[in-house]
């Protein structure tokens, strides 16, 4: 699958996205994100943020969805989708992922990783993580070849 993504591949990854958010556990920030990943092999993966009340084990809904994926033996993606807003609002700003999901994304979908932070399917940024990451840090620094 490469890096371009025709407008129905976006517009379901964007609604995968949206139908993932709702199951956000929020109790404390009430914002709710929601991803949807898509394995080069085609399969969408999804996952919601999870917060708790020790902070620090919150999880991000992307890093949900790549560890739902990995822990499935499914280690290559093409792109993902994000959205994100306070419970009963809808956002005036996209919602990207945060450093560390930017991190762990580049372990198995590198610089070439589409990512789609959306409003709505007609409202989104498009771009890449090596636009979002530039200069990541991956396995080709240790000169591993992941695949």
């Known amino acids: 699958m490469s890096a371009e993504l025709s407008a129905e591949t976006r ?3 964007i609604r995968a996205a949206f139908a993932a958010r ?7 920030s009430h914002f709710r994100v929601g991803a949807a990943l898509l394995s080069k092999d085609g399969r969408v993966f999804t ?16 890093r949900t969805a790549l560890f739902k ?20 609002k809808t956002n005036d ?10 991190q762990a994304l580049y372990e198995f979908g590198g610089p070439s990783l589409v990512v789609i932070m959306a409003k709505s399917e007609q409202d989104y940024i498009q771009t890449t993580l ?6 990541g840090f991956g396995p080709q620094n240790l000169e591993i070849d992941p695949e």
């Open 11 to 13: 517009a379901e990854l």
């Open 22 to 28: 709702r199951f956000a556990y929020v109790p404390y």
């Open 47 to 62: 996952g919601c943020n999870i917060e708790n009340a020790g902070y620090t084990p919150t999880n991000c809904a992307e």
């Open 69 to 88: 994926a990995v822990s499935e033996g499914v280690t290559r993606f093409a792109a993902i989708a994000i959205v994100g807003s306070l419970e009963g």
């Open 93 to 102: 700003l996209v919602t990207g992922p945060c450093g560390v999901c930017r």
């Open 130 to 135: 090596g636009e979002l990451l530039p200069y």
